[in-house]
């Protein structure tokens, strides 16, 4: 009996071993086919750009095929419910943003994809600020004084957006909260005519992309308040931030990060994280990165996760005090 009693417990301490070490094996010829990245948005614009500078360093360090897939459609749903739907085994990832990931579990009533358990976070790869820019005919020159300006004009001052429930238009709910004023919000149907609806003075201000509106501030057609980030951009250092103009405590970043979908290997996940994340830490990388405005970021998958339940947190307050629904 006591045989038996050390025979069954012998049998039983062996067993994680004998499960994880598949898992390790499988880790260390990983990969061995092309690895499909999932991009939810359209070829050519700023998350694709992003993505495929990923995918070229990746393989410019381990010879490692990334076959970029554009998703495209539903505000990045098709491709986030894709992504959540194939096989947990490291050969399908996808570029997470602040919309799909943060955005629309707010937005969207019933949404085919839940961000918290769908997905395992990889790393968070890129920030990038939007700056606050107005026509030259509105009479402020700093954030304070467009501040006082609005709340001398109620609802008369406006500002346009990529569209209800985009990132620039919550970035501008989140001004409007903060600094106590009442703006008309204009949605278009992407970021450039809110852009040059601004320029063309059917409406005030925009909380616009670096990369999109530098060239105009540049040129004089439009005038840069401040930038939405924590810190100045490298991109425009002499543009001051939201915080330290006037409102201590705002910050609205875009991000990108990569995850994969839940149930992925841990040896797996980690075994990405440190091939990405010293992807972004090389200088052409972030040469690549700062032509599009943004600035790498790189961090462990647990810290990549706390940052989207803040990041999704946030902005549900947003949108609840906002009043914000698109339905589906």
Not at 19 to 35: F, S, T
Not at 220 to 236: D, N, P, W
Not at 254 to 270: E, R
Request: glycine share 10%.
């Amino acid at each position: 009996m006591q045989k038996s009693r050390r025979s069954l417990l012998k049998a039983f301490s062996a067993w994680p071993a004998v499960v994880l070490c598949p898992i390790a094996q499988a880790a260390e010829n990983y990969p061995a086919k092309p690895i499909r990245f999932i991009v939810p948005f359209s070829a050519g614009g700023g998350a694709d750009i992003v993505a495929r500078a990923i995918a070229k360093a990746l393989g410019e360090e381990s010879s490692d095929q990334i076959v970029i897939d554009n998703r495209t459609g539903a505000a990045g749903i098709i491709g986030m419910q894709l992504a959540a739907q194939s096989a947990p085994d490291g050969y399908t990832i996808v570029l997470g943003q602040t919309g799909p990931m943060s955005i629309n579990p707010w937005l969207y009533k019933n949404l085919s994809y839940d961000p918290d358990k769908d997905f395992a976070p990889i790393t968070l790869t890129t920030v990038y600020p939007y700056v606050l820019v107005v026509n030259p005919s509105i009479a402020a020159t700093s954030l304070k004084e467009l501040i006082a300006l609005a709340r001398s004009r109620p609802n008369q001052l406006s500002f346009a957006s990529a569209g209800t429930g985009s990132a620039n238009h919550l970035a501008g709910e989140l001004f409007e909260m903060m600094a106590h004023v009442s703006l008309l919000h204009v949605p278009y149907n992407a970021g450039a005519p809110a852009i040059t609806a601004t320029i063309g003075g059917q409406v005030s201000m925009v909380f616009g992309d670096m990369v999109s509106v530098m060239p105009f501030v540049k040129s004089g057609m439009l005038r840069a308040i401040a930038v939405t980030s924590a810190k100045r951009a490298g991109i425009a250092p002499d543009v001051p931030t939201l915080a330290e103009a006037g409102l201590p405590g705002y910050e609205a970043i875009g991000w990108h990060g990569v995850l994969a979908p839940a149930g992925t290997p841990d040896p797996i996940i980690n075994k990405l994280n440190k091939q990405i994340v010293q992807a972004l830490r090389t200088p052409e990388m972030r040469r690549r990165l700062a032509k599009q405005g943004a600035e790498p970021a790189g961090d462990t998958p647990a810290e990549f996760g706390r940052f989207l339940r803040a990041d999704r947190e946030k902005w549900g307050k947003v949108i609840k005090s906002a009043h914000i629904r698109l339905g589906g």
